[in-house]
């Protein structure tokens, strides 16, 4: 029985030590062993190499699979004039003649149809469909039966995942927020001055570095000196929670966010002791005059870190951008936008939170084989003379759907949950009605 004690203890100690010298300690100081670039170009290999055995076995259906279109339906973009002019039995009736037509119903049930087949909303948040098999189970082909070769990789992979990568992860990440926990617990009894600064950000940033290994992170930053600076505001397109670790792994950022309960407000309170995080009670949340103030207040400090926001609201599934909320351009200051954008083919990064759990996410991405993501860093932007803050989040939103190759879209991330606003309904309604009285106007 000592014995037994005895190889457990050796063991545990050796995996602690292990950890600590080839990812603690290189987390600290910022660098890297090379491990990990390793890790993925093995990784590249093995996935191009199922993919090429995979295409041995499904070659015909391969084909039709990338002839396919990933649009369903072909969209007609055309204005609502220019399509119910279309629909009309000639150009001359269709300008001369002002009243309502029965062929006009043509087009809004048109309209109506292409919304049922491809809603351009609901499909923003489903997992991105990936043309090879990345050698995971969450996919509706059944590719690890292609042949014994790709069944054994698969089998093997499942091993590497769940009984090697699984436990060192979950291990990195307890040990991330143990040390963000006491570290910023500790750095909190210390009287505010620059000493207090610069260990509170040495604290978050060691923390993320180390969460970020914990998920075998790949991520590459882009025009650095453009990087958000202390009382500005930092906006992204949001994808997943990790998005936090992704940009913190590079700099620190004060958080806006509804205070919450067990573990996670443990955290909170713990990060607001050390450094100046925006938290606010549900009811709080709710008095969009006082967030503004608070935000305000924040910005108008320079010595306290930029704020981060994700202005959609909610996570979208890396393929799109979708309306910008405007408070956050309402508060004023230097607007620094950053695109990021994850591959899917080492894991699917996006949270679908109607579907899965934080816990049910977490496990999710940490059997996954890796995080590899693109963040670029935007030149910093200001609001305009006569600009109003819907034009001005708008134009942001643009910059970043450019910048990281997404689609944009005017959409409220909130019909995630919510029905479509009366508002929306209108809008349609009133389009109509002023084609309908121009083409009055126009006959008489």
């Excluded at 990784?43 to 076995?57: D, F, H, P, S």
């Excluded at 769940?162 to 909190?188: D, E």
């Excluded at 860093?377 to 759907?401: C, M, Q, W």
């Excluded at 990281?404 to 389009?431: A, H, P």
Aim: hydrophobic share 40%; glycine share 6%; with cysteine.
């Amino acid at each position: 029985m000592e014995d037994f004690k005895t190889v457990t203890y050796n063991i545990f100690t050796g995996w602690l030590a292990m950890i600590f010298v080839l990812i603690l300690l290189p987390s600290i100081f910022g660098l890297s062993l090379g491990i990990s670039e390793v890790y993925m170009k093995i990784l590249v290999k093995t996935l191009e190499w199922a993919t090429l055995r995979i295409q041995r076995g499904f070659e015909r259906q391969k084909k039709l699979r990338a002839s396919a279109s990933n649009v369903i339906i072909q969209r007609d973009e055309s204005p609502m004039e220019t399509e119910i002019g279309g629909l009309r039995q000639s150009r001359s009736q269709c300008l001369q003649q002002g009243d309502f037509e029965l062929s006009d119903v043509f087009y809004f049930s048109k309209k109506g149809f292409e919304a049922i087949v491809e809603d351009e909303v609901t499909q923003r948040f489903s997992s991105e469909e990936l043309i090879s098999w990345n050698l995971l189970t969450r996919t509706n082909y059944n590719f690890q039966y292609v042949s014994w070769r790709v069944t054994l990789i698969w089998v093997l992979g499942v091993f590497i995942r769940y009984c090697i990568l699984l436990p060192l992860r979950v291990t990195l990440a307890t040990i991330g927020i143990s040390w963000l926990v006491i570290g910023a617990t500790l750095v909190g009894q210390l009287p505010n001055s620059s000493a207090k600064r610069w260990l509170s950000e040495l604290v978050h940033l060691v923390c993320c570095r180390i969460c970020a290994r914990a998920l075998s992170s790949a991520i590459q930053y882009h025009n650095k000196e453009n990087r958000p600076k202390k009382g500005g505001i930092c906006v992204a397109n949001h994808t997943s929670p990790i998005d936090i670790i992704i940009l913190a792994n590079d700099g620190c950022y004060a958080m806006v966010g509804q205070i919450h309960g067990g573990l996670m407000g443990v955290i909170q309170r713990a990060m607001v002791r050390a450094c100046p995080h925006v938290w606010f009670e549900r009811s709080e949340m709710r008095d969009r005059h006082l967030v503004t103030k608070r935000l305000t207040e924040h910005v108008s400090d320079k010595t306290k870190l930029p704020i981060l926001i994700f202005p959609e609201g909610t996570c979208i599934n890396n393929t799109s951008v979708m309306m910008f909320k405007k408070g956050s351009f309402e508060i004023g200051g230097t607007i620094y936008p950053v695109a990021i954008k994850y591959d899917p083919q080492f894991g699917d990064a996006f949270w679908n939170s109607s579907k899965h759990s934080m816990v049910s996410y977490l496990l999710r991405m940490m059997t996954s084989w890796a995080l590899k993501c693109n963040v670029w860093y935007l030149p910093p932007v200001t609001r305009e003379e006569g600009e109003d803050a819907v034009h001005f989040a708008n134009r942001v939103k643009s910059a970043i759907a450019k910048q990281g190759g997404l689609v944009e879209l005017d959409w409220d991330g909130g019909l995630k949950r919510d029905r479509v606003k009366e508002s929306f309904k209108e809008e349609q309604q009133k389009n109509y009605s002023k084609i309908i009285l121009k083409q009055k106007l126009t006959s008489l």
